[in-house]
């Protein structure tokens, strides 16, 4: 009976199949095609050169064991590579390589000359060097669950963070995305949970990287014509974390393949934590098919943290810089720096720099002129209750009536400019506007939006309107 490539192939999976997990089968061997048997040899074709490394590296002594089962001493194995070729419509080609020395497979030497250059990118964190897998999680120990601290605000995403970190891929936060506004510790948090899952699961490869540098390896490889062994790396990875996904807006190849990756990492049960300033409701120009991936899991917003949050924050930071402050200039600073913990943080930083600098007692006197000085040379994100305020005076009615359910015309048209600024001053989420808004839902605050556009468009009163309290909202 005469064997066939893929008789003798199948036979070599199902004996690998029962020696490896079946993680590592699904990804490493599943996509091996057999493509020919001449004599002893068996040409097998894989779908990228960084694969055809992995397996080298990793597999060989199980690949040479299967082999020699299966056709004896002799047998030679010969890996065929297949790059597509992401420059328009050409022709994919070939490069055919025979098994490495090291394993005892004896190889077949089959010189094909190649029509392009070979793939350079492998580990897009380590160009050149091939044989270099070893994955850096570019993770900062320093930002840890230790020292996000937990308040009102944070509560949900925080405890769902650290249900990840116990079990990353085994619960139903996949994805977990984290959103909300600047500085409120999304970048933090997931560091955090990369930390605390190297910590538990050391064997995991974990690794932590913004959207624009993955956008920016993206174009690379398509440059150098890498894009399959681009979307492979990512693929091994067991634990995503991309940071401010919603800088992928508008990018419609890079959406494509962190869609494929995405899908990929999520089948097999791998764990991805997303960062956002912004809902996934509200991201514009983003693909449908991501959107609703980035609701299968969990979506949790980081508020603005409330003063006993922020009391805890500057104590945390004062012991970790080994800094003793009064109380009552501890509690200054936590009721006048109210938006965000980075602007928290820096002005104790400059509190603390002024006071050993100048060899100053460090005393309320001293903490409003830091604070003073700080605040109006930073830009404060200006808060849902604030314009509230603002567009309620400017008006001449009470908060409580621009929250009313009433459909008085004026006062609709009130609470519609709040929602309006609400969305352009803050990075809250659509939903959580409405429902400091009067407890309406995110479609009501998307009409008011819409509405406030065309009346400036239309309405001369109404664009005045729009122009002072633009004017008031940003003294």
Request: glycine content about 4%; some cysteine; hydrophobic content about 40%.
């Given at each position: 009976?005469?064997?066939?490539?893929?008789?003798?192939?199948?036979?070599?999976?199902?004996?690998?199949?029962?020696?490896?997990?079946?993680?590592?089968?699904?990804?490493?061997?599943?996509?091996?095609?057999?493509?020919?048997?001449?004599?002893?040899?068996?040409?097998?074709?894989?779908?990228?050169?960084?694969?055809?490394?992995?397996?080298?590296?990793?597999?060989?002594?199980?690949?040479?064991?299967?082999?020699?089962?299966?056709?004896?001493?002799?047998?030679?194995?010969?890996?065929?590579?297949?790059?597509?070729?992401?420059?328009?419509?050409?022709?994919?080609?070939?490069?055919?390589?025979?098994?490495a020395n090291r394993s005892n497979l004896t190889s077949q030497e089959v010189d094909v000359p190649l029509k392009n250059k070979s793939p350079e990118l492998k580990n897009p964190f380590v160009i050149p060097g091939i044989r270099n897998v070893k994955i850096e999680s570019q993770l900062n120990p320093n930002y840890n669950f230790e020292s996000f601290l937990e308040g009102e605000s944070n509560r949900l995403a925080r405890s769902a963070g650290l249900a990840v970190a116990n079990k990353p891929g085994g619960t139903s936060f996949n994805p977990?995305?984290?959103?909300?506004?600047?500085?409120?510790?999304?970048?933090?948090?997931?560091?955090?949970?990369?930390?605390?899952?190297?910590?538990?699961?050391?064997?995991?490869?974990?690794?932590?990287?913004?959207?624009?540098?993955?956008?920016?390896?993206?174009?690379?490889?398509?440059?150098?014509?890498?894009?399959?062994?681009?979307?492979?790396?990512?693929?091994?990875?067991?634990?995503?974390?991309?940071?401010?996904?919603?800088?992928?807006?508008?990018?419609?190849?890079?959406?494509?393949?962190?869609?494929?990756?995405?899908?990929?990492?999520?089948?097999?049960?791998?764990?991805?934590?997303?960062?956002?300033?912004?809902?996934?409701?509200?991201?514009?120009?983003?693909?449908?098919?991501?959107?609703?991936?980035?609701?299968?899991?969990?979506?949790?917003?980081?508020?603005?943290?409330?003063?006993?949050?922020?009391?805890?924050?500057?104590?945390?930071?004062?012991?970790?810089?080994?800094?003793?402050?009064?109380?009552?200039?501890?509690?200054?600073?936590?009721?006048?720096?109210?938006?965000?913990?980075?602007?928290?943080?820096?002005?104790?930083?400059?509190?603390?720099?002024?006071?050993?600098?100048?060899?100053?007692?460090?005393?309320?006197?001293?903490?409003?002129?830091?604070?003073?000085?700080?605040?109006?040379?930073?830009?404060?994100?200006?808060?849902?209750?604030?314009?509230?305020?603002?567009?309620?005076?400017?008006?001449?009615?009470?908060?409580?009536?621009?929250?009313?359910?009433?459909?008085?015309?004026?006062?609709?048209?009130?609470?519609?400019?709040?929602?309006?600024?609400?969305?352009?001053?803050?990075?809250?989420?659509?939903?959580?506007?409405?429902?400091?808004?009067?407890?309406?839902?995110?479609?009501?605050?998307?009409?008011?939006?819409?509405?406030?556009?065309?009346?400036?468009?239309?309405?001369?009163?109404?664009?005045?309107?729009?122009?002072?309290?633009?004017?008031?909202?940003?003294?």
């Amino acid at each position: 009976m005469s064997r066939t490539a893929e008789s003798v192939w199948n036979n070599c999976l199902a004996f690998i199949e029962d020696n490896i997990t079946s993680q590592a089968f699904k990804t490493w061997f599943e996509p091996i095609k057999a493509v020919k048997l001449t004599d002893n040899a068996l040409s097998i074709q894989v779908p990228s050169k960084f694969f055809y490394e992995w397996l080298e590296e990793h597999y060989v002594k199980i690949l040479k064991v299967a082999l020699t089962k299966e056709l004896g001493a002799t047998a030679k194995l010969v890996y065929i590579i297949r790059m597509e070729n992401t420059y328009g419509n050409k022709q994919p080609f070939t490069e055919k390589i025979p098994s490495a020395n090291r394993s005892n497979l004896t190889s077949q030497e089959v010189d094909v000359p190649l029509k392009n250059k070979s793939p350079e990118l492998k580990n897009p964190f380590v160009i050149p060097g091939i044989r270099n897998v070893k994955i850096e999680s570019q993770l900062n120990p320093n930002y840890n669950f230790e020292s996000f601290l937990e308040g009102e605000s944070n509560r949900l995403a925080r405890s769902a963070g650290l249900a990840v970190a116990n079990k990353p891929g085994g619960t139903s936060f996949n994805p977990l995305l984290i959103f909300g506004g600047v500085g409120l510790g999304k970048t933090h948090l997931g560091h955090a949970i990369g930390v605390d899952i190297k910590d538990k699961y050391p064997e995991k490869t974990v690794l932590y990287i913004s959207a624009e540098k993955f956008t920016q390896q993206y174009i690379e490889s398509v440059k150098k014509n890498n894009r399959n062994d681009f979307i492979h790396f990512y693929q091994i990875i067991d634990v995503l974390i991309v940071d401010d996904i919603q800088l992928l807006s508008g990018k419609a190849g890079t959406q494509d393949v962190f869609f494929h990756i995405f899908n990929h990492l999520h089948q097999n049960g791998k764990q991805v934590i997303l960062t956002s300033d912004k809902a996934p409701v509200d991201m514009i120009d983003i693909e449908q098919r991501l959107l609703s991936r980035f609701k299968w899991g969990l979506s949790a917003e980081l508020n603005h943290p409330d003063y006993d949050t922020r009391v805890a924050i500057i104590k945390n930071k004062l012991y970790r810089d080994g800094v003793e402050m009064p109380d009552d200039i501890i509690e200054f600073l936590a009721n006048n720096i109210k938006t965000n913990i980075r602007e928290l943080e820096g002005a104790i930083i400059s509190l603390i720099a002024h006071s050993s600098f100048n060899k100053k007692e460090i005393t309320i006197e001293l903490a409003r002129k830091i604070v003073d000085n700080y605040v109006k040379h930073t830009k404060r994100e200006v808060s849902i209750d604030y314009i509230q305020k603002v567009v309620s005076d400017y008006f001449q009615m009470d908060v409580d009536t621009l929250q009313s359910k009433t459909r008085k015309r004026h006062i609709v048209q009130a609470r519609q400019l709040a929602m309006f600024f609400a969305k352009k001053f803050t990075k809250a989420s659509l939903a959580s506007i409405g429902s400091q808004i009067g407890q309406r839902d995110h479609a009501t605050v998307l009409h008011a939006c819409k509405t406030v556009d065309n009346l400036s468009s239309t309405d001369k009163q109404f664009r005045k309107y729009v122009e002072d309290l633009s004017k008031k909202l940003t003294l």
